[in-house]
């Protein structure tokens, strides 16, 4: 066994900046989460920290050269506790007690292990783990290096989540107070009716010390590293309310023993443990959306290999596996039909509420439910490299990130603290300096310790980003990060690209003008030199050539002219294939086909010419291309305008084709023929006059101005490196996403701005409220407690927000 942290971890692999994500325990409101960050931030190498006290995770950046141990040690220094796993493994290939050696050494090797026992008797060993950080993908590749295999049992339970029966401390406390209430009560009646002082006495000190320890616990490890939290505002104020009745009970023996403030300490605790009860609750279902996510994930898997199927652990698939799933099941991996059809439910993968029809040769994502038909599909990504745990990673990335505005909330919450330990010591001392007597002032700075939490203000932000990033996910508008949402509210001006985004992406040859009549021999040429080319058009110009039955000619010397088209060889021809800018900087003569040229832009069409170079300049012909708008592309615009956010399209099309699609859409303006590497320069200039912009694009050249643009919104229909880049990632290729997507961030960041509001309120109006006499300290306590569950539960409702009713035309 290890020691609790480990000293031997590993460091980071090479590269320029390491994130590690780890659970962190013990926070309990905003000051917490700042003392953390600020603990973490002061080991040497960490660029960032941020902690969420939600999702209780730390996120950190690290240079390549720091190990995770550092970051641990400073959790643990600030008074907190790294949340842990525990992993079971089935070892097989041991012999001996120096095997066991072996594997437990390999096994500490690996960074976030705190502790490996190997069990040579059982073959298993256990391995204890820092949470999040280490996989069981990556144990059993530290086993295999050290020359044992390793996998997970076939018997494996999976480490259980922690209890949520934890409302007995709260129904003990209840108990135990309710006399002490019931005598309050009778005092504020006008009664001469209250307990012996020693029954009240026993009756408020298991609550105190008992049921209470954990708020002693918590406000010590605070106290120890010089900070404060909300439990240690609690400790201090009911400590004193039942240190001071103690004392009035100890030296005031006999009939007139005067008013006692047991119920004080004992019902603001009960209270307190309720709304931490209520919260705790509530709080669970933030992450329903990540729960929803993981259940997607089958357990098994039926492999079929030589002819025989096994049912095999899910976890253990690798790429190119013959997965067979039957009618009902869940796909277990990314792959592709190899054989079959049916219908897959993706719906809370993409929002896509109708079955999608699969066949030989079709994507399948893991998660889907197959419908009527049996499947057989070739596995093409597992593990953590599939779609459903980059969806999952992308969530809870964006649920762990902290939003601009809460930073500023967090360097509140830092003073908070000391500065309501201030206002109760005046509190007490000019309250004992106006009345001459000590138990009045002290109950009303009791009132203040307790009627001061910061919860309110820490959990305000981050529970309506979690509601907010997981809700999206579940109409499948995945958020990369809190601020991509923080920012989006703002937005102004949306540039769409053209190809792909608000069309289908699939142009089709609609036009074949030939300057010597031969159409097909125009076809022919222009065919033979996009062979090998993955364009769009060149995929529509050879889907027009096999229809034709053209017979494609032999290319060479094919040289792609960025955003202009290319040059190519055929049939003893110097050919150039492309735009009108290309043509006119290479002199050749448009004017034969002008007039068609522009009749056919008008139209919508994009057009691309041919030319022979082989002695000079000659014009060959031209070929209309033509895309399909999306359904749901106009109504997209018209909701765009319905929240006041102008329209441009940014696109490599002619002026006469660009301006036909937005007439037809509605969009505000237009930015044509721009080369893929200018889009950038677009965004920036959009930019310039004060707007927010944000551009929705799906392909590579599409990335330099999504991460130009403040808020990057990507198809998924589209590349990786558009997604990656993107600070929104639309789940399907659906422009009236991007409107749901601004009107999610619209709700989310104002019920941020109204939480904050009235968490602000709350402590602005009751501290002084408390520092009167005019709170009693129970009322203090039921106030707080109700401060932090409203908050929560407010935001909660978020998740009842739904897209906006579609009406397709």
Known sequence: MTSALPTSTAALPAGSVQQWTFGVAGMTCASCVARVEKALTQVPGVATASVNLISEAATVEVDADVALAPLLQAIVGAGYRVKEDELDLAISGMTCASCVGRVEK???????????????????????????????????????????????????????????RDWWPVAVAAALSLPLVVQMLAALLGTQWSLPGWVQLLLATPVQFWLGARFYRAGWRALRVGSGNMDLLVALGTSAGYGLSAYLLATHAGPGVPHLYFEASAVVITLVLLGKWLEARAKRHTGDAIRALQALRPDTARVRRDGVEYEVPASSLIVGDLVAVRPGEQVPADGVVHEGRSHLDESLLTGESLPVAKGEGDPVTGGAINGEGLLLIVTTAVGAESTLARIIRLVENAQAA????????????????????????????????????????????????????????????????????????????????????????????????????????????????????????????????????????????????????????????????????????????????????????????????????????????????????????????????????????????????????????????????????????????????????????????????????????????????????????????????????????LMRGDPALVADALALSRQTYGRILKSLFWAFVYNLVGIPLAAMGLLNPVVAGAAMALSSVSVVTYALLLKRWQPAQRELD
């Not at 059982?122 to 530290?142: K, N």
């Not at 359904?631 to 441009?648: W, Y």
Request: include cysteine; proline fraction near 4%; charge should be neutral.
């Open 402 to 729: 902290k939003a601009p505005i809460q930073r500023l909330v967090d360097r509140v919450s830092a003073v908070f603290v000391p500065v309501v330990l201030v206002v109760a010591a005046m509190t007490l001392l000019i309250g004992w300096w106006l009345t001459g007597e000590v138990a009045g002032p002290l109950i009303n700075a009791v009132a203040v310790l307790v009627i001061a939490c910061p919860c309110a203000l820490g959990l305000a932000t981050p529970t309506v980003i979690m509601a907010g990033t997981g809700v999206g996910a579940r109409y499948g508008i995945l958020i990369k990060d809190a601020e991509a949402l923080e920012i989006a509210h703002r937005v102004s001006v949306v540039a769409f690209d053209k190809t792909g985004t608000l069309t289908l992406g699939k142009p089709q040859v609609t036009a074949l003008e030939a300057a010597d009549g031969n159409s097909m021999r125009l076809l022919q040429l222009a065919a033979s030199a996009q062979v090998g080319s993955e364009h769009p058009l060149a995929q529509a110009l050879l889907d027009r050539a096999q229809q034709e039955g053209a017979t494609l000619l032999p290319a060479s010397r094919v040289t792609a002219l960025p955003g202009r088209g290319l040059a190519a060889s055929v049939a003893g021809c110097d050919l150039r294939l492309g735009s009108t800018r290309l043509m006119q900087e290479l002199g050749v003569d448009l004017s034969p086909l002008a007039a068609c040229a522009a009749a056919l832009a008008q139209a919508g069409n994009s057009v691309s010419w041919l030319a022979d170079l082989s002695e000079q300049p000659q014009l060959l012909g031209l070929i209309a291309f033509g895309d399909v708008l999306k359904p749901s592309a106009r109504q997209a615009v018209a909701r765009l305008h319905k929240l006041g956010i102008r329209t441009v399209m940014i696109t490599g099309d002619n002026h006469g084709a660009a301006a036909s699609v937005a007439r037809l859409l509605g969009l505000d303006e237009v930015r044509a023929e721009v080369l893929p590497g200018d889009k950038a320069a677009v965004v920036q200039a959009l930019k310039a006059d004060g707007a927010v912009v944000a551009m929705v694009g799906d392909g590579i050249n599409d990335a330099p101005a999504l991460a130009a643009a403040d808020v990057g919104i990507a198809m998924s229909t589209g590349t990786d490196v558009a997604m990656h880049t993107a600070g929104i990632t």
């Open 106 to 164: 390999a096994l500490l090797k690996v960074p976030g292990v705190l502790s490996a026992t190997v069990n040579l008797a059982s073959e298993a060993a256990r391995v204890r783990v820092v949470s999040g950080v280490v996989s069981l993908a990556a144990l059993i590749q530290a086993v295999a290096a050290a020359g044992y295999e390793a996998r997970v049992p076939a018997t494996e339970v999976a480490v259980s989540a922690p209890s949520h």
